[in-house]
């Protein structure tokens, strides 16, 4: 998705075959309702410093759909090219993986063989969603145990 080109017509919606791209309908900035909830509205400096600088939120009419936290990986990357090491394992987390209690959501290197990601992908539990279609998707799943009985076997 190129996001600079969007102009809100919603087909790339409407083909998405994981049905994860949303339209933004409001405009946080200037809307009325959201006063209250976004401090970007208010009108002191101190409200504004809430904002995180690195993303960007973008006006009413475009479609939107996860980054996978790119600013995140991209600092990252500049911090151990900067320090002239390869990244290492478990240093770059995105959002949802730092807010996660339980460590369900992992964030890795697939390509390095020694990751904890490349660990779980080598679970037979693991699965691709729409495999069937070739979409060669980035995100893994793993299936949940739902039977922890031993079978019975007579």
Partial sequence: MVYNRCVGT??????????????????????????????????????????NPDVVVRSRGVMEKCSLCVQRI????????LESRPIKDGEIKTACAQSCPTDAIVFGNVNDPESRV?????????????????????????TKVRNKDKAILE
């Fill in 10 to 51: 919603k087909y790339c919606a409407n083909n998405c075959p994981y049905k994860v791209r949303r339209f933004n309908w409001f405009n946080y900035y200037r809307d009325e309702k959201f006063l209250e909830v976004n401090p970007a509205q208010q009108s002191n400096e101190l409200g504004r410093m809430v904002l």
């Fill in 118 to 142: 490349a660990e779980l992908i080598k679970d037979e539990r693991n699965y691709l969603l729409l495999a069937d279609l070739d979409t060669q998707p980035n995100v893994f799943y793993m």
């Fill in 74 to 81: 991209q600092v990252g990357k500049l911090k151990a090219k």
